[in-house]
Structures are given as C-alpha cells and as structure tokens.
Nanobody
C-alpha cells in the first residue's frame, strides 16, 4: 500500500528558503511520477512541481520556475521540494502526490496523497 508523509513546513520570512520532504513507501520510483501541489484557503489546488523518475524530467508551475527545485533520493525513497526566494503568496498547505507512469499537472490524475505540510511566508 502506498503511503506518503510530508514534513518540513513552517514559518519563514519573505525571501527565505525552506525544504519540504516526502517519504514514500509502497511504490517504486521508476514506475511513478511524484508531484507537489499546494492549496491556499479558498483556492483550488495548484500544481507546483513534478519529477518523473524513469526519465528524470522535472516540471514546474509558472510562478515556481527559477525559485523551486524538485529532487529525490532513491536510497531514502524521499522526494524534496527546495523552495527559495519565498513570497507571501507561497503560503499554503503543500501536498505530496504520486501517480503511475507519466507526467501530468492535473491533480485528479494522482491516486496517492500525503496529509500535507503547512508553509507560511511572512512579509
């Protein structure tokens, strides 16, 4: 059974950095795309980033490009989201998600989800 557990959220000042972690169990990275999504109160879930392990390809939402980096450690079965130059509008609950095989930014395609970790960026 697939389980995803996020950690690393917290309070950070605008312009600062934060690294989120997602520890996965019950899946093989080579057969999955791993994604990060976020959701702020009153807003729809937003695509943040994905990594497809088989190809190594990464994709980012428009507002994340140049600031966020998704990566993974296969030995630890962990996916990371390194966030830099954080802005108040990055404040949200961040979720790790997984789907079999190829890339998509559509949240509905992701079958497995963690419980989320909260990120708050102060001005």
């Amino acid at each position: 059974q697939v389980q995803l557990v996020e950690s690393g959220g917290g309070l950070v000042q605008a312009g600062g950095s934060l690294r989120l972690s997602c520890v996965a169990s019950g899946l093989t990275f080579s057969s999955y795309t791993m994604g990060w999504f976020r959701q702020a109160p009153g807003k729809e879930r937003e695509f943040v980033a994905t990594i497809t392990w088989s190809s190594g390809n990464t994709y980012y939402g428009d507002s994340m490009k140049g600031r966020f980096t998704i990566s993974g450690d296969n030995a630890k079965n962990t996916v990371y989201l390194q966030m830099t130059i954080l802005k108040p509008e990055d404040t949200a609950d961040y979720y790790c998600a997984a789907k079999r095989w190829g890339y998509t930014q559509n949240a509905l395609a992701y079958a497995y989800w963690g419980q989320g970790t909260q990120v708050t960026v102060s001005s």
